[in-house]
Every structure is written in structure tokens, then in C-alpha cells.
């Protein structure tokens, strides 16, 4: 059974940076397209950075330029630094490992609040 291990999440002043951690405790076999969601009180769940197994890349309008998303598939692991933090991005950010068919792996969220 595949854990997805969160890590990286906190109090955070706004304009200061946090890089997520998210790792396998278990083996994910083949590639897998990864993403970050996050869900914030009295909103839905969003993506937030994705990475597909081809390598494309998409970001949520309101990270673009501020968040990226890196994957080491060698140790199944995957990070999102995340920088000029708002107040806005506080929420429970989820990771995700997803194969198409095989399986859909998410972690147990890490609470990020930025405070102003």
C-alpha cells in the first residue's frame, strides 16, 4: 500500500516561501503525472501545478509565476516551492500521484496559512 507523505507546510508571513515535500513511502510503479491541489475554507478543491508524465507543465492563474512544481521520479518524490506567498494561498494543499488506470494516490494535506 502506497503513503503519500506531506511534508513543508506552516505559518508563513506574506512574501516569504515554503517548498512542499510529497514522498512515496511505498513503491508507484511506472511514470506517474503529479500535481498539488489545494482547498481553502468555503472554496472547492483546485489544481494548483500539475506535471504530466510527457513533461508539460500547467499552473493555476493565480501561482503562475510564483509556485513550481519539481518531480524526482528516481526517489518518488515531488516538491512545490512556493514563493511570494499570499495570504490568499492559505489552504490544506494535497499531493497527488496519478496513472491513468492504475492508480490515484493522494496525500493526507499539509496545512499552509500565510499570515499578513
Known amino acids: 500500500q502506497v503513503q503519500l507523505l506531506e511534508s513543508g507546510g506552516g505559518l508563513v508571513q506574506a512574501g516569504g516561501s515554503l517548498r512542499l515535500s510529497c514522498a512515496a513511502s511505498g513503491t508507484i510503479f511506472g511514470i506517474s503525472d503529479v500535481g498539488w491541489y489545494r482547498q481553502a475554507p468555503g472554496k472547492q478543491r483546485e489544481l494548483v501545478a500539475a506535471i504530466r508524465s510527457r513533461g508539460s507543465t500547467n499552473y493555476a492563474d493565480s501561482v503562475m509565476g510564483r509556485f513550481t512544481i519539481f518531480r524526482s521520479n528516481t526517489n518518488n518524490t515531488m516538491y512545490l516551492q512556493m514563493n511570494t506567498l499570499k495570504p490568499e494561498d492559505s489552504a490544506v494543499y494535497y499531493c497527488?500521484?496519478?496513472?491513468?488506470?492504475?492508480?490515484?494516490?493522494w496525500g493526507q494535506g499539509t496545512q499552509v496559512t500565510v499570515s499578513s
Open positions: 497527488n500521484f496519478h496513472r491513468a488506470g492504475w492508480y490515484d494516490y
